[in-house]
């Protein structure tokens, strides 16, 4: 993380803790020019973040960076949700997505594959596991060149696994 995004989580990470909200992830993009922030509650299945609780920090965290300035230029801040199909950029994201189907891409031929779509089994801190139609992948976090959750539509009466 830059000494920016630094700066950013350990402010924005305590003013959303307030009010119960986990800061889930933080990027700056574009040289600057875009902050994304995406914000999760801590069991986002059984009470997911709202819209207006969304609205509401978002208005504070633009405040507080307007207040403290920690960006030289001129930015656009962007507040979130993770959505349906999340990105998988933290060991945290992984711990919070087990059981789930997830699209994993790496840099790498794992068991010939550079794609593996299935369900994450495990994860520690080096590395996690995928079980791609009964074959148990495990791959370490450096390996991963994208990762994301997949979200499966469910039809009635049928009992998958979803994001």
């Known amino acids: 993380m830059s000494s920016v995004q630094d700066r950013l989580w350990e402010m924005i990470e305590p003013h959303v803790a307030a ?18 922030v ?3 509650t801590p069991d986002a299945e059984s009470s997911p ?3 207006d609780v969304i609205a509401e920090l978002s208005r504070g965290i ?3 960076l307007d207040a ?10 962007e507040v979130s949700s993770p959505g349906l199909e999340r990105k998988l950029r933290r060991k945290t994201h992984y711990d919070k997505s087990i059981g ?3 699209k994993i891409k790496t840099f790498a031929l794992i068991d010939d594959e550079k794609t593996h779509t299935g369900l994450l089994v495990s994860a520690d801190d080096d ?34 696994q979803h994001a």
Not at 68 to 77: G, K, N, Q, V
Not at 130 to 154: H, K, L, M, P, Q
Request: zero cysteines; glycine letters at 10%; a negative charge.
């Open 127 to 160: 590395s996690f596991v995928v079980d791609v139609d009964g074959n148990r992948r495990r791959i370490t976090y450096t390996d991963v060149s994208s990762a994301r959750t997949v979200f499966v539509w469910e039809k009635p009466g049928q009992k998958t």
């Open 100 to 102: 789930r189907i997830v």
């Open 49 to 51: 973040l709202g819209v």
């Open 19 to 36: 009010v119960g909200v986990e800061l889930d992830d933080l990027e700056v993009l574009n040289g600057g020019q875009l902050v994304r």
């Open 62 to 64: 633009g405040r507080m």
């Open 68 to 77: 403290e300035d920690p960006i030289e230029r001129a930015y656009t801040l």
């Open 38 to 40: 995406t914000l999760d």
